[in-house]
T-cell receptor, first 113, second 112 residues
Framework: GENVEQHPSTLSVQEGDSAVIKCTYSDSASNYFPWYKQELGKGPQLIIDIRSNVGEKKDQRIAVTLNKTAKHFSLHITETQPEDSAVYFC????????????FGGGTRLMVKP | DAGVIQSPRHEVTEMGQEVTLRCKPISGHNSLFWYRQTMMRGLELLIYFNNNVPIDDSGMPEDRFSAKMPNASFSTLKIQPSEPRDSAVYFCASNDRVRGYTFGSGTRLTVV
């Protein structure tokens, strides 16, 4: 089955700096890669996703890149703000519709003001 | 759209008692997932349903756990008897097969 590794497990940055979280996956058939943000006391929320026919996607200060050959994908947050502090999860699915997601272990991002 | 609704938000129970967690998925979503989240193990998939039918329950820890989805708008996760090691946050999520899951706010279960 699919295995998703996520690094780093914790990341501390200064407000205004960029943050990058990286994930690798094992199943070359995976074709859908969402990212979730989980704030304290809440459920994970989808913030951005990318499909295997696209190499990069941006939404304001966040972007995701996908390298299918290397089987890795990354989340980039620019101009970080304290409200970006949360746990971020990557995930992968072999079903283009996003069923049966396999999650990474999570990254705790702390943005220091 | 009220999103995925879970109840209760918090549950404290004594070891050996039965616990029932409830979930109302988003209307029109035909897949429903139950996850358990702990510091040690992260997000673990327990079971998922497609069109109210259980598809994969290989993540259910043991026979003390059971899940049902009697109709498209309701699902339960039951633990009987509960044990302290069941303490965790339990999430329900639903999916419309277009984008990733929508998670509920979770139920924090404490078994003492």
């Amino acid at each position: 089955g699919e295995n998703v590794e996520q690094h780093p497990s914790t990341l501390s940055v200064q407000e205004g700096d960029s943050a990058v979280i990286k994930c690798t996956y094992s199943d070359s058939a995976s074709n859908y890669f969402p990212w979730y943000k989980q704030e304290l006391g809440k459920g994970p929320q989808l913030i951005i996703d990318i499909r295997s026919n696209v190499g990069e996607k941006k939404d304001q200060r966040i972007a995701v890149t996908l390298n299918k050959t290397a089987k890795h994908f990354s989340l980039h947050i620019t101009e970080t703000q304290p409200e970006d502090s949360a746990v971020y999860f990557c995930a992968a699915s072999t079903n283009n519709a996003g069923n049966m997601l396999t999650f990474g272990g999570g990254t705790r991002l702390m943005v220091k003001p | 759209d009220a999103g995925v609704i879970q109840s209760p938000r918090h549950e404290v129970t004594e070891m050996g008692q039965e616990v029932t967690l409830r979930c109302k998925p988003i209307s029109g979503h035909n897949s429903l997932f139950w996850y358990r989240q702990t510091m040690m193990r992260g997000l673990e998939l327990l079971i998922y349903f497609n069109n109210n039918v259980p598809i994969d329950d290989s993540g259910m820890p043991e026979d003390r756990f059971s899940a049902k989805m009697p109709n498209a708008s309701f699902s339960t996760l039951k633990i009987q008897p509960s044990e302290p090691r069941d303490s965790a946050v339990y999430f329900c999520a639903s999916n419309d097969r277009v984008r990733g899951y929508t998670f509920g706010s979770g139920t924090r279960l404490t078994v003492v």
